[in-house]
């Protein structure tokens, strides 16, 4: 059976282990075939709650470079204890060998706010990747765009392949 892969990118409201997510997105891959795509937008209230933070300079850097953000944080409905059961239920499903993200941020992010099922030995970083590939990155502040976009980066590097269709062919 083909590897598969997991790719996480989540949107925050501060650089801090500690910060607000406003959402996540995650693609669950093989070599040949998408197996699952999730998106989730956070109601950010119940996070404010439990202590996790928010900077104003992240704030106002998502405004200058007009990121959404304000459509996202106006709409989120999830509770940040359903991304765990999410997470977790995925991982059961799917059981990948690696979890890819883009730097150190979010996991870091992610295993502060909630429990998460992998191993310490499964995560990789796709911005090293991107790197020894000389590959450019592509970041649209959208979770779900942003994990397709690296999932086509570690498809071509690993393997050289052509783009993959979508789940639910296209957003």
């Given at each position: 059976?083909?590897?598969?892969h ?15 997510i ?14 699952d ?5 956070f ?25 959404g953000?304000?459509?996202?944080i ?10 765990e ?10 059981n ?7 730097g150190?941020?979010?996991k ?10 992998f ?7 796709c ?17 779900l ?12 590097v690993?393997?050289?392949?052509p783009?993959?269709p ?5 957003e």
């Open positions: 059976m083909s590897k598969v997991m790719v996480v990118d989540i949107e925050t409201l501060d650089t801090a282990r500690t910060a607000i406003t959402e996540i997105g995650i693609i669950v891959f093989t070599k040949d075939e998408v197996l795509e999730q998106r989730m937008i109601d950010i209230r119940d996070q404010v709650l439990l202590g996790r933070t928010v900077s104003r300079d992240t704030v106002e850097w998502h405004h200058r470079e007009n990121t953000l304000s459509a996202v106006y709409t989120g409905k999830a509770e940040i204890q359903g991304l059961r999410m997470m977790d239920g995925m991982y059961r499903e799917y990948p060998d690696v979890i890819w993200a883009r150190s941020l979010d870091d992010v992610l295993e502060d706010a909630i429990t998460l099922p191993k310490y030995y499964q995560w990789r970083d911005r090293t990747l991107d790197e020894i590939a000389r590959m450019d990155k592509v970041n649209n502040h959208n979770a765009t942003d994990c397709r976009n690296q999932m086509e980066h570690i498809r071509k690993l393997y050289g392949l783009e993959l979508s789940v639910d062919g296209g």
